[in-house]
């Protein structure tokens, strides 16, 4: 079994910033793909930031030049830097992992609040 554990969430004004952390513990083999992704209230999950194990990585349009994602695989974690907050950034942000053999695991979800 695969937990993921996330932290750092919270409230922010707008301009502001936060980062959140992400670390896997249990049956971790080799990873894949991991990063994050964000629900809104009445919205559709959505890409938020993924790295991969050939150090690739990808962000929603959104957030782009915005947020950053770092990865210490070796650890099996990973960290979101979001600078320049916005309102419409509010959402529960989840961590997410891909293994090439185990399967796809979700955390809990951290909330992030963005005030106007």
């Known amino acids: 079994q695969v937990r993921l554990v996330e932290s750092g969430g919270g409230l922010v004004e707008a301009g502001g910033s936060l980062r959140l952390s992400c670390a896997a513990t249990g049956y971790i083999f080799e990873i894949a793909v991991m990063g994050w992704y964000r629900q809104a209230p009445g919205k559709q999950r959505e890409l938020v930031a993924v790295t991969t194990d050939t150090n690739m990585t990808d962000y929603g349009d959104s957030v782009k030049g915005r947020f950053t994602i770092t990865r210490d695989f070796a650890k099996n974690s990973v960290s979101l830097q979001m600078n320049s907050l916005k309102p419409e950034d509010t959402a529960v942000y989840y961590c997410?992992?891909?293994?090439?053999?185990?399967?796809?695991?979700w955390g809990r979800g951290t909330q992030v609040t963005v005030s106007s």
């Open positions: 997410h992992l891909v293994q090439y053999r185990g399967g796809t695991s």
